[in-house]
């Protein structure tokens, strides 16, 4: 397993990308390291909408997981008193996983902008919840201050960029395996010419289904993620439609052609955020979604686009 | 070659940690000017009737300080000496966002300390990471109790009296002027501000007028619906009379406009805590007859207050922007100025320019007299203020052909906030010991 990920190019370089950053975390100013990891986070919901959208399918919900991850990692640590980043991460990729798997029977069955508006309405009700309840925050939400890592308080937010980097290195190179075995290649398949994929004996709707489990995984790392590195979580950061509608303007943004471009598009996002806010307070919206018209006109394939062409010849085989 | 570049590299780190070490311990470098992150709703629903009139009343103190031309006793130019510079962020977008916004401001921007905030949310986000980051930074605008309530504070402070008080002075108001009412009621937005107002409202009422019957449907529709049709019917049949929202902005806006027109004034006397906006905004087709507040001494209420500070401020307003100032254009002149008067007094002390921590040291506790009356920094161990919190009745002027209020009383602290080291909550539930009205 582990020679067969490093026997493809993509996660080779990604790994090697990634350790690089790693590294450099260590003498990056503060605040390049928070967006840095911001965006990472934010990188690995992407990559969960990137497998769905090679298939065809684009979720206007996601910040539902998003939001179910976050929540999970702050209500433990305000009920349940857990600061671990392990056990912490690990129930928010749990919790999303066990809504998504519950969800994706329904969801399943769906195409278009049907499944696009039904799992709007589905993260839509999670924010009615949330805003409803007290318990669960209102509208003002939770902090989330404590982040020990086995039993250890690091100083600073080094170790946790880390572990993020380390998260991302192991999702990307599990989807970049996925996406390579038979069940994968039909991602594409399925956009295609779902009645032929029938025809081949293989079942749309389960193949759908495993995608989109994944998918809502990878959407709780994120949001679980998000709120360690935020150190707050509240459902309009976390849970309205914006997120959803972000999350899809940053897989746009990055270009379905590798795994990796879920990430650096989601890391430029965050500085383009950061540079609008600074220099229109008042209108920094419109550039961030002037930013988005420009790279639909001009670069349709994403960032992406513009790596891909010198290493086009050898990175041809990974699709 | 290689070894000589490591001993180069080696010997600068040391030289200059040796002198950033030096930096830290010794007194604070003069400055010519300071940069302040002054952040408020910029854009979004909050912007009109909060955001912008708060970034424009701390605009025009900061111009007027900068230039020295602010009043007795606050005429001396500058803060220590230094000009500000302000850096006006956007508050909107959420909780997550604005707490990395304000680590920019802080580390990326290097500001020298953070004022404003206008959303309860955005402070209980914020004041985690100002703790953490070491940065002092004002709050200006938010109410809920639970940022000093929760924890202990160092680097934060308010400089306006949460919101508590506001609920409670809004049932001693009523319970003054409108005694013989067949209870109450509300309609607020189903958020935690909303949520809150109507407690304490409700808990308020229930401690001091228990034969007072409370509604059992008060109405909580959601934030920013603009429709309150079925609202207004349920709360029309309801046979409580006194009506309490905190809506504000646009949704007051709507709700009375709706109201309005099915002549539910008539019937129902509203009480609104925070609805001051409305009052300008729709001029004369704002009803007579509304109790209106305006979180302290503030906006409408004192608009005619004959005191040189207070004249100073409405007329420059006026004359600048071209409208009264609201609420929030106190609440953050008032945050601008008492930074003002720490800077000057920990100066004063120091004998040159302030350290954080000496500022610190002279804002905590302090006292002073604001554009609309006095605030004091006297609860949460000198960091959360406290002042005078008022209702009037609102009534069109015909002849100035302006909004006035009539009726205005004022609760002083000791009536409506709880004493130093016990919670809010705590203290209500007990019925307010010791309030001395």
């Known amino acids: 397993m582990v020679s067969m990920a490093w026997n493809d190019k993509t996660i080779r370089w990604a790994i090697i990308g990634f350790a690089l950053l790693a590294a450099a975390g260590w003498l990056l100013p503060t605040w390049i390291l928070n967006n840095v990891m911001f965006g990472l986070a934010r990188g690995l919901a992407v990559l969960g909408l990137l497998v769905l959208w090679r298939t065809g399918l684009v979720s206007f919900g996601h910040a539902l997981y998003f939001g179910l991850g976050a929540y999970a990692v702050a209500l433990l640590e305000k009920y349940g008193g857990v600061t671990d980043v392990f056990l912490k991460f690990g129930a928010a990729i749990i919790v999303a996983g066990v809504f998504g798997f519950l969800l994706g029977f329904v969801l399943r069955n769906y195409r278009a902008i049907f499944f696009a508006m039904l799992s709007l309405a589905f993260s839509m009700v999670l924010y009615g919840v949330l805003v409803k309840m007290e318990v669960l925050g209102s509208t003002d939400g939770f902090s989330v201050t404590q982040n020990t890592i086995l039993g250890w308080k690091p100083d600073g937010k080094y170790p946790l960029f880390c572990f993020i980097v380390l998260t991302c290195v192991i999702a990307l190179s599990a989807v970049q395996l996925y996406l390579k075995s038979a069940l994968g290649h039909l991602t594409t398949a399925i956009r295609d010419n779902e009645l032929r994929v029938e025809y081949l004996g293989y079942s749309v709707a389960r193949a759908i289904h495993v995608k989109y489990l994944a998918s809502a995984c990878l959407a709780g790392a994120a949001g679980g993620a998000m709120a360690m590195a935020l150190g707050q979580v509240d459902p309009d950061s976390m849970v309205n439609w914006t997120v959803s509608g972000e999350l899809v303007f940053i897989t746009i943004m990055s270009g379905a052609g590798s795994v990796v471009a879920p990430f650096i598009g989601a890391i430029v996002f965050e500085f383009i955020r950061t540079y609008a806010f600074e220099l229109a307070p008042q209108a920094w919206q419109l550039i961030v979604g002037g930013t988005l018209l420009a790279i639909i006109f001009f670069l349709p394939g994403g960032i992406w686009s513009l790596l891909e062409k010198p290493w086009a010849k050898g990175e041809a085989d990974n699709g | 070659m290689s070894s000589n570049l490591f001993k180069l590299v080696g010997r600068t780190v040391l030289a200059g940690g040796a002198l950033a070490a030096m930096v830290a311990t010794g007194p604070a470098i003069a400055k010519d000017t300071i940069n302040v992150g002054i952040a408020s709703f910029l854009t979004g629903p909050a912007a009109g009737p909060f955001g912008v009139p708060g970034r424009n009343g701390a605009e025009l103190v900061i ?375």
């Open chain 2, 63 to 437: 111009d007027a300080i900068n230039a020295g031309t602010l009043p007795a006793p606050y005429a001396k130019a500058g803060f220590a000496g230094a000009k500000m510079n302000p850096i006006f962020v956007d508050e909107s977008g959420g909780n997550a966002k604005q707490v990395g916004e304000y680590r920019n401001l802080v580390e990326k921007r290097g500001v020298d300390a953070v004022l404003g905030y206008i959303s309860s949310g955005t402070c209980m986000a914020i004041t985690p990471v100002a703790e953490e980051l070491k940065k002092l930074t004002v709050l200006s605008v938010c109410g809920t109790p639970r940022v000093f309530e929760e924890s202990n504070r160092t680097y934060v402070f308010r400089t306006q009296a949460h919101a508590v008080g506001d609920s409670i002075a809004a049932a001693r108001y009523v319970l003054d002027k409108f005694k013989d009412q067949k209870g109450y009621t509300g309609i607020n937005q189903n958020y935690a501000w909303g949520q809150d107002s109507y407690k304490f409202f409700d808990i308020t009422m229930k401690k001091l007028a228990a034969d007072t019957k409370a509604s059992d449907n008060p109405q909580f529709p959601k934030i920013f619906a603009g429709q309150y049709g079925t609202e207004i019917s349920t709360l029309s049949l309801d046979p409580a009379k006194l009506v309490h929202t905190s809506f504000w902005g646009g949704d007051i806006e709507a709700f009375v406009l709706q109201a309005l027109v099915r002549g539910f004034f008539k019937d129902k006397q509203v009480i609104s805590s925070v609805g001051g906006s409305a009052v300008d905004s729709l001029g004369k087709k704002f009803p007579d007859g509304v109790v209106m507040g305006t979180r302290g001494e503030y906006g409408l209420l004192v608009r005619n207050k004959d005191e040189p500070l207070n004249k100073w401020f409405v007329n420059e307003y006026k004359k600048r922007y071209n409208a009264y100032p609201l609420g929030p254009s106190y609440q953050y002149a008032s945050s601008v100025l008492a930074y003002k008067i720490a800077m000057d007094a920990a100066a004063e002390k120091a004998g040159g320019f302030p350290t954080q921590d000496q500022t610190m040291a002279a804002l905590k506790g302090l006292s002073w007299q604001s554009f609309g009356g006095k605030v004091s920094l006297s609860l949460a161990d000198g960091h959360q203020a406290v002042h005078p919190v008022g209702y009037g009745i609102t009534k069109w002027d015909k002849d100035k052909k302006e909004p006035s209020v009539s009726d205005v009383k004022f609760y002083a602290p000791g009536c409506i906030y709880a004493p130093a080291g016990q919670k809010s909550a705590d203290w209500l539930a007990a019925g307010m010991p010791g309030a001395k009205c």
